[in-house]
């Protein structure tokens, strides 16, 4: 299957002739920085075909094993290899730089024969270039330049992903990028790396060439939005086969291929209780899988159906680490028969850093990991209550901050675009001391309270059990309370009235001024009570709800068929996926709405009572210590 019908072939022959001129780059060649800073620490002296290693040479395939640089201060290859014997890891680094190199040196000749710059540049040196031309001249030799330096950096990120282990890096931003032409820009480029890595061992080497990459890449991508004439590669894509890359302008590419997913999965039957968290993320699940590649659009997306954040409370233990573990697997299942490739991300605490505008970069990081449409993707925020900072609180880190700023703008973004190729959960124990604003961003909940019936516990106790014991089970159809469609049926009707006692209140007052609320008008005066009772109650909830109840109007069973055999479902067309699901949907009804309704303000009461009542211990044990205080006090004077 193409990922990337749209993109013109890159061939191999094309990038294997440029495979010389990306050897004598990385051999050696003469650069004298004009933006850029020398390291302060000496440097080894090399002169040209004179080696300043030992005896030993690269075997690496591909790579000459005799020294052919030129003279100049720049001989990446060497800092590299480093001392003694070549490791497979610095070999494996340099057979993707000498690859990265060739890819960009061919995607600046396609950019010269498509764009007339080689014409140009014959012109000129000839002394024949118009003076009408020469503006012209000038910002195409800026978009090749901004073009090739892009794609090195953008090819060799993605080589070096599969080495990557878990050591990181911090650089400061790139300064040596010259926009003069491409070769100058490469040089410039290759000059400031082999200032960063010289002497570091291999985990070092590959963590900061990496976070080179991705600060060129910003760089050069914000450098090109300025551009008279960054369009030309900016709006074009580039595909090459052998590599399983494709190069969408100064888009960065992500290796489709997650790292692999170390995680012990549940069956569904696992998941005791929670019945509503999880009939949802049964079906959520499925909705991924309806994902289509080549259109990068979802049928469920394009219906109002698909859930593209939700958040997922509850006390400890009820079942949140589970729920997670049940979804993951499911999607890895239905991946695996499809063939398509998923990644699972997991935003940690560990993303918090102390250096500045590190933590907004780990979390961009994940969300376009997750993003990446290239991917069937899940990203799960667990505890984002200690991870994302609470705005106004001044317990809150700056990192904590940085966080919940990336996440807001990400998940209801002036840009955010849902595609349906992804979701992403956050997971909290305190929901309540999660940031308004990044809550209501969560447009579905999932309230994971854990077993409830007998039923419940008598199944969560056989399951951890195990077999290894001869204790009869009793008067009891084992997991029966689990099955799904009475369970959640039951589990939707409690909410046709609010739980929280205060919503409860609002509920009967209007109610009992208007009526039955059976139309739009008067379930808009239900609204319009619980705003008047909670100011937090926003238009966006009301988006939240109203894209709820177009679930529950998608809140049909999937065929598990469609997911046995991709043929089925998963890699039709897309226009048959839509028609597929397009005829399983239900009629909305009044009920469904307040149910809805109920459902998200009981949650919203919820967190807001919860919220209230910790401000108000805070306050009473502030004004205890002054009491204290005051008391002491006195004491010392009398």
Known sequence: MSLSGDAMELTEAEITARFEAALTLLSGFDHAPRLGKAAEAPRAERSPGIGTRGRFRSTTPGLVTRRSAPAGGVHLRETVEGEGLVTPARAQVLQGMRRALAIALAVGAKLEDRTGLDTLKTANLAGRLPETDRAKFTELLEAEALAVGHVFANALAFFLAPLRGTATAEVPSPEEVLTDNAQIMLEGLLWEIDQRIDGQDDDALVATLAAQCEALLERLSDRARTAARGAVFGDVSYRIEADDLTLNGFTPAARAAGKPLVMQFKKPHEVVGNHIAKHQALKLSKMLMAYDFERKMNPFADLGGFIFTFMGDGA???????????????????????????????????????????????????????????????????????????????????????????????????????????????????????????????????????????????????????????????????????????????????????????????????????????????????????????????????????????????????????????????????????????????????????????????????????????????????????????????????
């Open 316 to 638: 400890p233990g009820t079942g949140k680490t589970t729920l997670i573990q049940m979804m993951a697997g499911l999607i890895h299942d239905y991946c695996e028969v499809a063939g398509y490739p998923f990644r699972y991300e997991n935003l940690s605490t560990d993303s918090i850093d102390s250096y500045q505008g590190k933590s907004a970069q780990n979390a961009k990081a994940f969300i376009s990991g997750v993003l990446d449409p290239s991917v069937i993707g899940f990203g799960t925020i667990d505890d984002i209550d200690q991870l994302a900072g609470k705005r106004g609180d001044r317990q809150a880190s700056a990192g904590q901050l940085e966080i919940t700023a990336v996440l807001m703008e990400s998940f209801a973004g002036a840009n955010t675009v849902v595609r349906g190729n992804c979701t992403f959960g956050m997971f909290s124990n305190y929901p309540e001391n999660v940031d308004d604003a990044l809550r209501q961003r969560a447009g579905a909940r999932f309230l994971v309270d854990g077993p409830q019936t007998r039923a419940d516990y008598v199944d969560i106790l056989a399951l951890l059990l195990g077999k290894r014991h001869d204790i009869p089970l009793g008067d009891h159809e084992l997991y029966a309370a689990q099955e799904l469609t009475k369970a959640v049926a039951e589990s939707f009707e409690k909410h046709s009235r609010p739980a929280e006692r205060k919503l409860a209140e609002v509920f009967d007052a209007v109610q009992g001024k208007i009526g039955e609320l059976d139309t739009i008008a008067k379930i808009g005066t239900y609204l319009k009570g619980i705003q008047e009772a909670d100011t937090r109650f926003t238009g966006r909830a009301i988006k939240n709800i109203t894209d709820a109840v177009k679930v529950r109007a998608m809140d049909v069973e999937l065929p598990d068929a469609w997911f046995e055999d991709a043929a089925t479902f998963m890699h039709q067309p897309y226009e048959t996926k839509m028609e597929m699901v397009g005829e399983m949907r239900v009629p909305i009804t009044t009920e469904m709405v307040l149910q809805e309704v109920n459902r998200y303000a009981d949650s919203e009461f919820r967190y807001a009572d919860k919220s209230d009542e910790v401000a108000i211990e805070d306050a009473v044990r502030d004004m205890s210590r002054m009491e204290e205080a005051k008391r002491r006090y006195m004491e010392q004077r009398g």
